[in-house]
């Protein structure tokens, strides 16, 4: 892993390979870091991004070197992260689904209308008539 | 001070909503070049000069 140590400005410097690490992920795992550190990120998205970690706190450089290394966990963990939300859409949308249909009232599929009413009693297509009763 | 943001990285729409909510810290200028979009921020209020260029970064990324 490259990275430069910025003492003086309580800060450390890295590069990541934008081909294993999108951009969308390092938005995401630079959140993380926003209470504890000031990022900066700069460089080419479709190359090699930048990301400039200082902290908040004055950092010892092998605090800085940790914090650094952190970053990189958890931008593997959110990389896992999505990849799993991904496999697993169809399964947590069945999920939610399911809850949410079994959530509903019988009254939620039909107007009251529709059971009150004699519409039932009509039986246009008769239907209703036994077989017997027909032949 | 002047913050450079790469503009392929940081969305001009977010740091103009990010200088809108600081608007009452400072005065901004945003200057929009091919590459880059400068934000010069001069008269920051209340001595919040120190880490005011990290921390207006650090909001322009949560937003």
Redesign the interface.
């Given at each position: 892993m490259k990275f430069q140590i910025k003492k003086t400005d309580n800060q450390i410097l890295f590069f990541l390979d934008s081909k294993f690490y999108p951009l969308e992920a390092i938005y995401g795992t630079a959140n993380v870091f926003l209470d504890r550190a000031y990022v900066f990120l700069d460089g080419d998205p479709k190359k090699k991004i930048e990301v400039y970690l200082k902290g908040k706190k004055k950092m010892s450089q092998a605090e800085l070197e940790a914090i650094c290394g952190e970053f990189h966990n958890e931008l593997l963990n959110y990389l896992l992260r999505v990849k799993i939300a991904k496999r697993n859409k169809k399964v947590r949308e069945l999920i939610v689904g399911t809850a949410l249909v079994s959530g509903m009232s019988f009254s939620d599929f039909s107007s009251a209308d529709d059971i009150d009413g004699d519409d039932y009693l009509k039986d246009p297509l008769g239907i209703a008539t036994p077989w017997e009763d027909k032949n | 001070m002047v913050i450079k943001y790469?503009k392929?990285?940081?969305k001009l729409s977010l740091i103009k909503r990010a200088i809108k909510d600081f608007d009452q810290l400072a005065e901004f200028k945003i200057k929009n070049t091919s590459e880059y979009i400068s934000v010069d921020i001069t008269n920051i209020k209340n001595n919040l000069d120190d880490?005011f260029r990290?921390?207006f970064?650090?909001y322009v990324?949560?937003l």
């Open positions: - | 790469n392929n990285i940081y880490n990290d921390e970064s650090n990324l949560s």
